[in-house]
């Protein structure tokens, strides 16, 4: 049987053209998969989510054998992570994992890419971090006298804590200075009510022109995860 050259040319052309189609981008994109485990974990700086990048065994990324991930906090947070070799369903793929934590209880952006032929794929994907209530409520005071009828100020620092890492960034407390009668007495200087990423809120206090004299109870309040107001109490005195 004799077979044409112009039929064997024509052959190869049309196999040429489908291999050249798979990597072309449009028919790449949909080969990366992104998914998110322990999404909504808690903003408290030790618990994590996972983001998972996934891909075809059969495709080889740069040579580094990398995922890379940005991470778009306030801050861009960049970082390449190791392929490892998985079962999927019977099926062998590739994938990278980035562990992610946070202090901010917040909804962030993610992206995974590979370089597959020198085509950059990308996949983006949002993570959501829970707010992180406190455990217990501690308020300190630079001094325990303060000279009444005067501007002199006195640091009065109240500090969220939490039996795992920190309470989420921002978290509200609220502090009074009141007499021995309940009456709130003296004035914070640009009073602050939101935590640093520390877990603390630091305030200046002055009795200003206020002339009273004796016992003062510094109390600061916040609010815990079932909606329970945890307090703590720091007597001082306002004495010349």
Do not use: W
């Not at 994907?125 to 300190?140: D, R």
């Not at 003062?216 to 703590?232: A, C, G, I, P, R």
């Amino acid at each position: 049987m004799r077979i044409s050259t112009k039929f064997l040319v024509l052959v190869f052309l049309v196999v040429g053209c489908n291999d050249d189609n798979e990597f072309d981008p449009d028919n790449l994109d949909n080969i990366l998969t992104i998914s998110v485990e322990n999404d909504n974990a808690q903003a408290d700086g030790v618990q994590e989510i996972e983001i998972i990048a996934m891909f075809p065994d059969d495709f080889s990324t740069e040579a580094d054998g990398m995922v890379d991930f940005k991470v778009f906090k306030d801050t861009v947070e960049a970082s390449s992570q190791s392929i490892e070799l998985i079962q999927e369903n019977g099926i062998q793929m590739k994938q990278a994992t980035l562990r992610v934590k946070h202090n901010d209880a917040d909804s962030i952006r993610a992206k995974a890419t590979i370089n597959v032929n020198n085509i950059l794929i990308s996949k983006e994907i949002y993570i959501s971090f829970s707010k992180a209530f406190l455990n217990e409520i501690n308020v300190t005071s630079s001094s325990l006298t303060i000279m009444p009828n005067t501007f002199s100020e006195i640091d009065i620092t109240t500090e969220l804590f939490r039996n795992s890492g920190t309470v989420s960034l921002s978290s509200e407390a609220e502090t009074i200075v009141v007499d021995t009668l309940g009456q709130q007495r003296g004035i914070f200087n640009n009073y602050k009510n939101k935590t640093d990423s520390a877990g603390k809120i630091l305030n200046k206090f002055t009795l200003g022109n206020d002339d009273y004299e004796g016992k003062l109870y510094v109390v600061s309040s916040s609010l815990n995860e079932s909606n329970e107001t945890k307090t703590d109490t720091l007597t001082i005195f306002s004495q010349n």
